[in-house]
């Protein structure tokens, strides 16, 4: 239905009507003038004259018939193909999502035709036509100032086809976004006097392309907090940078995506770290060679800005649906901000080059001082040895030859000075053991831990022939990585130990126990000695610690301490517990 529209259709059934009736006049009065003097000029007979009259009038009557059948039957044909048309496409119109709508191009837009399918968005098709309301009137507020603008330009300067998007207030569906595609009819003088449009409603459109938008300042976002650019390239449409990639280049974001050789040129210092291989790789893109997956390292060029370091990342892309797999290719990359990472590297290398001078250096103390040690242990072991042996050998003397006239007040002194001498060859003993340790070189081999154990407690036999009743709980198959000799200091010092402080015992009792765990073997030495108090734990791994008094159990006060230095160069972990009058356990954790 259409308002206005009778009159035009109506006009165009007179010019067809006006048409057949002139072509039949002429037609009628050439005929009649033509036939009427070519019988006169050819017959004279009067009857045959009013035959041919007659004959004449029937040929008139059939031929204008026949004439006008075939200009009606054409007029009509046209119409019914029009008319055929036009309901095929109202039809389409009423079945599609688009709504076809044309107004007069006037104040307030009246509408003169819409669509059969108004009232599927929730529009009263009649009082749209009646003008109630104006069509204008459906436009979001803040969307007509601009559509009345545009629409009155193109109206005066064109063109005359566009398209137009904006936000209808419908009374059903509420606010809906419309894509307007328009085109205006104008008469002989330029005048428009129809706008016609057809309407889609692309909300669900807009409001993914509004989300992909919030994506893509999400994204921008992110890239900006992170200092991560992205990028894209393929051989048809060149590079795409997003803003991020283009404030890294030092670059304008609104600004076009150059062209390999600017970005080499002008962009990036192809001479800098990875720069000659990136170079190549672009250029060897923009020849189209699809490009390695790598990351590289370059410096922005200096001309861009404050010296920026760039890691370059690069991976080809599957091919966009619907490309054959060997067909075209793509890139996609990333740029990261790394200035910070490279000045700490740069840091880091100059710190490890000053700490490379400071470790020489320090090897180099070391060396001296390991040459100063030998030289003390060289004193210890000849210089201090050397008086040690003259008074053992005078004290010897002295109670052979001369025990007669010694009382036996003196003969104790003279047992108490072989003693010290005895103790102090001990204890100088142990100095050079301790000092020598870190000096010994680690030979890392399989051992059966079993053997060890009994190696030691025969070396240990002539020291401790009465030792407490030993109980070995070690498996036959159990066996360690380690150095057997620091192992062997650990297990024998610990052993003497247990013997001496159990030794007071009526029952002595001594249990060495090992056992593989997830990652190490656990080595025990447990005694049902005098124990000790928790609180000295630590104190008695330390030198010359003792927790008794020597003349109650001898030694140098040197044997934990040794113990603990040698689990340090195994990476081993040592424990002791034990309670005064309960005896004590010492366990060695041996990594492996």
Same mark, same amino acid.
């Given at each position: 239905m259409t308002r206005d529209a009778s009159p035009g259709i109506r006009r165009g059934a007179a010019i067809t009507a006006l048409g057949i009736t002139l072509i039949y006049l002429v037609l009628g009065l050439m005929w009649i003038g033509f036939s009427d003097r070519a019988l006169l000029a050819l017959v004279d007979d009067v009857e045959w004259l009013s035959r041919l009259q007659t004959g004449k009038g029937w040929a008139y009557v059939v031929v204008t018939a026949g004439l006008l059948f075939v200009l009606i039957h054409r007029a009509l044909a046209a119409r019914d193909r029009a008319a055929?048309?036009?309901?095929?496409?109202?039809?389409?119109? *009423?079945?599609? &999502? =688009?709504?076809?709508?044309?107004?007069? /191009?006037? *104040?307030?837009? &009246? =509408?003169?035709?819409?669509?059969?399918? /108004?009232? *599927?968005?929730?529009?009263?098709?009649?009082?749209?036509?009646?003008?109630?309301?104006?069509?204008?009137?459906?436009?979001?507020?803040?969307d007509l100032p601009s559509i009345v603008e545009e629409v009155q330009m193109h109206l005066a300067h064109g063109p005359d086809r566009y398209t137009q998007l904006y936000r209808l207030v419908l009374p059903v569906l509420g606010t809906v976004w419309v894509e307007d595609r328009t085109w205006l009819s104008r008469d002989t003088d330029g005048r428009v006097t129809r706008i016609h449009g057809v309407l889609l409603d692309v909300t669900e459109r807009r409001r993914l392309e509004l989300e992909r938008q919030r994506q893509m300042e999400r994204l921008e976002r992110a890239e900006r907090d992170a200092g991560l650019g992205s990028w894209e390239y393929d051989p048809v449409n060149g590079f795409w940078w997003s803003d991020q990639l283009f404030r890294l280049l030092g670059r304008p974001p609104d600004g076009p995506e150059p062209d390999v050789a600017t970005l080499l040129e002008r962009d990036l210092d192809t001479e800098s770290a990875d720069g000659p291989r990136l170079a190549a790789t672009l250029r060897g893109m923009a020849a189209g060679t699809p490009p390695q997956s790598q990351y590289l390292h370059v410096r922005r060029h200096p001309g861009r800005g404050p010296e920026t370091w760039l890691r370059f990342g690069i991976q080809r892309a599957s091919s966009f649906p619907g490309e054959s797999p060997g067909g075209a290719w793509r890139v996609q990359g990333t740029a990261l901000d790394i200035t910070e990472l490279h000045q700490a590297e740069l840091e880091l290398r100059a710190f490890n080059a000053d700490l490379e001078r400071r470790v020489e250096r320090r090897t180099a103390e070391l060396q001296v001082a390991n040459q100063e040690l030998e030289s003390f242990s060289y004193a210890v072991s000849h210089d201090l040895k050397a008086p040690l042996r003259g008074i053992e050998g005078y004290s010897q003397l002295l109670e052979a030859e001369h025990a007669g006239r010694l009382d036996d007040e003196g003969r104790e002194f003279v047992r108490n000075i072989r003693?010290?001498?005895?103790?102090?060859?001990?204890?100088?003993?142990?100095?050079?053991?301790?000092?020598?340790?870190?000096?010994?070189?680690?030979?890392?081999?399989?051992?059966?831990?079993?053997?060890?154990?009994?190696?030691?407690l025969r070396a240990l036999e002539p020291e401790y022939p009465a030792a407490a009743t030993t109980a070995i709980d070690v498996p036959d198959e159990l066996e360690v990585e380690t150095d057997p000799d620091g192992l062997g200091l650990i297990l024998r010092n610990l052993l003497e130990n247990a013997f001496k402080f159990s030794a007071g015992r009526d029952e002595p009792r001594v249990r060495v126990a090992a056992q593989r765990r997830t990652s190490v073997v656990r080595l025990e030495v447990e005694d049902n000695g005098i124990g000790f108090d928790e609180a000295f734990r630590e104190r008695m791994?330390?030198?010359?610690?003792?927790?008794?008094?020597?003349?109650d159990y001898p030694g140098t006060g040197v044997g934990l301490a040794l113990v603990r230095r040698a689990a340090r160069r195994l990476d081993a972990r040592i424990e002791a517990e034990g309670r005064p009058g309960e005896g004590a356990t010492f366990r060695v954790e041996l990594p492996q």
């Open positions: 055929a048309e036009a309901g095929r496409a109202a039809r389409i119109i *009423d079945h599609s &999502p =688009v709504l076809a709508i044309e107004w007069e /191009a006037r *104040d307030g837009w &009246p =509408v003169t035709y819409v669509s059969p399918n /108004a009232a *599927d968005w929730g529009l009263d098709r009649e009082a749209l036509l009646a003008g109630d309301p104006d069509y204008a009137s459906l436009i979001h507020p803040d003693q010290g001498v005895a103790q102090m060859n001990e204890l100088i003993g142990d100095l050079l053991t301790y000092s020598r340790m870190e000096r010994r070189p680690l030979e890392q081999r399989r051992i059966r831990l079993r053997d060890l154990v009994g190696e030691t791994f330390e030198i010359f610690q003792r927790l008794n008094r020597a003349e």
